[in-house]
């Protein structure tokens, strides 16, 4: 970390590292100037040094409901990014955290898509929207659980090794690798570095369609790394660690939702080496920004029909609970208001809660 370097370069000792990270972990603290365990010349230094900001984002927009609170967040170099957190009634958080500023993959279902990519977040920058002080600020604990599905292909970063080993080091956030999830649409190479660095990881592979010439329509990385390829890796994973690997499926009505899907899909699974360690979690598809207009969400009972579907063919399934969609919480689609908004010079399209900086 660029800030342990700087110290041990000042000559300071071991514990004003410490220090700083307990200001980070623990406190509300949102700048150098605010760790007043620090000497008040080492806090002018380090904000000369790194800007003053203790975390490297700072709060633009925020949207809530009962059950989502939905941030967007602006990075130093101005890049916008979403943090989703769920409440859940059980009384514990899930945060679903951006690895990119916009994404280079275009996925036609996704919002994020519509933007590009715009660059690669940092470790630092991935690592701040957990550790913000905005959380504890709300009187609450940090989220139980973080998920990888926010804005970008996080596996197309390859700063997300880097971020993974601060979030689960005990030094840094603390959290427990079998409470994060990093979801992927298939860039293979990255995916088999993960399940071999971090193993513990949960790994949420997205299908969308069974079929490749299908898939590469909505996934057009299909075409350079196909779900083959993927599901090869998840396959040697689940077979050696005994750990259970996810797949996503969004289902798209008149797309992707007939019984040749359901029987094809059933059958990629049950091709595994341990098909009764995949669960596959059937999303229903909500309208987004910049997303294939022909698009349409499924009913309710359609969703129902093609898990129990799946579920009678002997295949661990569930529909996926969705929450905010009062909020459009969809990855990308606050990002989107707010591009549009501001190219309309009008902020009032955006319904807020609380907006900063």
């Known amino acids: 970390m660029r800030i342990r370097d700087h110290l041990t370069r000042l000559g300071e000792p071991a514990f004003?590292?410490?220090?700083?990270?307990?200001?980070?972990?623990?406190?509300?603290?949102?700048?150098?100037a605010d760790v007043h365990a620090l000497p008040a010349w080492l806090r002018a230094e380090l904000s000369e040094q790194f800007g003053s900001r203790l975390h490297p984002i700072s709060e633009v927009l925020v949207q809530r409901d009962e059950h989502v609170e939905k941030v967007l967040f602006a990075t130093a170099?101005?890049?916008?990014?979403?943090?989703?957190?769920?409440?859940?009634?059980?009384?514990?958080?899930?945060?679903?955290?951006?690895s990119q500023a916009g994404c280079g993959l275009d996925c036609t279902f996704c919002a994020t898509g519509a933007v590009g990519l715009v660059r690669n977040l940092t470790a630092d920058?991935?690592?701040?929207?957990?550790?913000?002080?905005?959380?504890?600020?709300?009187?609450?604990?940090?989220?139980?659980?973080?998920?990888?599905?926010?804005m970008g292909e996080p596996l197309a970063n390859p700063h997300i090794f880097d971020a993974l080993t601060l979030l689960?080091?005990?030094?840094?956030?603390?959290?427990?690798?079998?409470?994060?999830?990093?979801?992927?649409?298939?860039?293979?190479?990255?995916?088999?570095?993960?399940?071999?660095?971090?193993?513990?990881?949960?790994?949420?592979l997205s299908v969308h369609s069974p079929f490749p010439g299908e898939r590469k329509g909505i996934i057009p990385l299909e075409e350079r790394f196909p779900l083959a390829q993927s599901l090869e890796i998840l396959d040697r994973h689940t077979a050696t660690r005994r750990r259970k690997a996810y797949l996503a499926y969004l289902l798209i009505a008149g797309v992707n939702d007939t019984d040749d899907h359901l029987a094809a899909l059933?059958?990629?699974?049950?091709?595994?080496?341990?098909?009764?360690?995949?669960?596959?979690?059937?999303?229903?598809?909500?309208?987004?920004?910049?997303?294939?207009?022909?698009y349409r969400a499924p009913s309710p009972t359609g969703?129902?029909?093609?898990?129990?579907?799946?579920?009678?063919?002997?295949?661990?399934?569930?529909?996926?609970?969705q929450l905010g969609s009062g909020i459009d919480a969809?990855?990308?689609?606050?990002?989107?208001?707010?591009?549009s908004a501001h190219a309309a010079g009008d902020r009032r399209r955006i319904p807020l809660s609380a907006a900063a900086g």
Not at 17 to 23: G, I, K, L, P
Not at 330 to 339: I, K, R, S, V
């Open 303 to 321: 969703v129902d029909v093609f898990v129990n579907g799946l579920v009678a063919r002997g295949i661990h399934a569930t529909r996926r609970r």
């Open 125 to 150: 920058e991935i690592v701040a929207q957990v550790m913000h002080p905005r959380w504890t600020q709300a009187g609450r604990p940090r989220p139980a659980s973080i998920a990888f599905m926010g």
């Open 330 to 339: 969809a990855c990308g689609q606050l990002h989107a208001d707010y591009l």
């Open 77 to 98: 170099s101005g890049a916008r990014v979403e943090t989703v957190v769920s409440h859940y009634r059980a009384g514990w958080d899930s945060m679903c955290v951006s």
């Open 16 to 32: 004003r590292f410490r220090q700083v990270m307990s200001a980070w972990q623990t406190s509300s603290a949102e700048t150098f």
């Open 168 to 204: 689960t080091a005990r030094v840094y956030a603390g959290m427990s690798t079998r409470r994060v999830t990093v979801s992927t649409v298939g860039f293979a190479p990255n995916l088999d570095r993960l399940v071999t660095e971090h193993p513990q990881v949960n790994v949420t």
């Open 266 to 294: 059933a059958e990629l699974v049950q091709r595994q080496t341990r098909p009764d360690l995949f669960h596959v979690s059937v999303i229903r598809y909500n309208k987004a920004a910049g997303a294939t207009p022909e």
